[in-house]
């Protein structure tokens, strides 16, 4: 199982970025992907994660800046930022569970953050700085 993020770059407060989860060697239709996003002297957290069903999920910080959605036809997932705050500055991370966790792994993460991910994408910089 392989993710690669891709999308970050440097915005100014206000802006908007696209983040891309490219998977290689596997379908990504069988997983939930979450993104996570560590800030300089924080913790790794997870702000958004979709199902199978495309059912979504946010943590309260992101809800109604960030859009979570898949294409698995091109096996991505994306996360559309907008009104981005300094605040959002951070790595920002892709990753997954096996396909145990299919069904339960966006609404079991989102209540219970040590779930964490088996699998890892590289990470992407996000900067927000005027």
């Known amino acids: 199982v392989q993710l690669q993020a891709s999308g970050g770059g440097l915005v100014q407060p206000g802006g908007s970025l696209r983040l891309s989860c490219t998977a290689s060697g596997f379908t990504l239709d069988d997983y939930a992907i979450a993104w996570f996003r560590q800030a300089p002297g924080k913790e790794r957290e997870p702000i958004s994660c979709?199902?199978?069903?495309?059912?979504?999920y946010y943590k309260g910080s992101v809800e109604g800046r960030f859009t979570i959605s898949r294409d698995n036809t091109k096996n991505t997932v994306f996360l559309q930022m907008s009104s981005l705050e300094p605040e959002d500055t951070a790595v920002y991370y892709c990753a997954t569970r096996d396909t145990f966790w299919s069904y339960t792994y966006c609404s079991t993460l989102m209540s219970r953050e040590s779930l964490g991910a088996a699998y890892w994408g590289q990470g992407t910089q996000v900067t927000v700085s005027s």
């Open positions: 979709i199902s199978m069903d495309h059912t979504t």
